[in-house]
């Protein structure tokens, strides 16, 4: 079993920054893939970054130069640092931790942006 708990959402205006965590715990190896998503009110839950065993980063185009994923193993911890946030990037905020078979997601986070 896995368990992911998110940390850091809140309000913010645009153009500041937030930081988000995940710890996760249980059955977890650093080979297996993290990430980040997000889903607006009314809208599916759409990727925003994802990171590999190796460190490959991936980024949707809309947060491209503007959020970092990246991952500490020995923490089993992945965060996502959120830069020149925008009101589009209101939402809630789900940790995703993938492990060959079958996703886990955490709780989720709520991002507010205010413009």
């Known amino acids: 079993q896995v368990q992911l708990v998110e940390s850091g959402g809140g309000l913010v205006q645009a153009g500041g920054s937030l930081r988000l965590s995940c710890a996760a715990s249980g059955r977890i190896f650093s080979i297996d893939a993290m990430g980040w998503y997000r889903q607006a009110l009314g809208n599916q839950r759409d990727l925003v970054a994802s990171?590999?065993?190796?460190?490959?980063?991936n980024y949707a185009d809309s947060v491209k130069g503007r959020f970092t994923i990246s991952r500490d193993t020995g923490k089993n911890t992945v965060y996502l640092q959120m830069n020149s946030l925008e009101p589009e990037d209101t939402g809630v905020y789900y940790c995703?931790?993938?492990?060959?078979?079958?996703?886990?997601w955490g709780q989720g986070t709520q991002v507010t942006v205010s413009s």
């Open positions: 990171i590999s065993g190796g460190g490959s980063t």
């Open positions: 995703n931790y993938y492990n060959g078979i079958r996703p886990y």
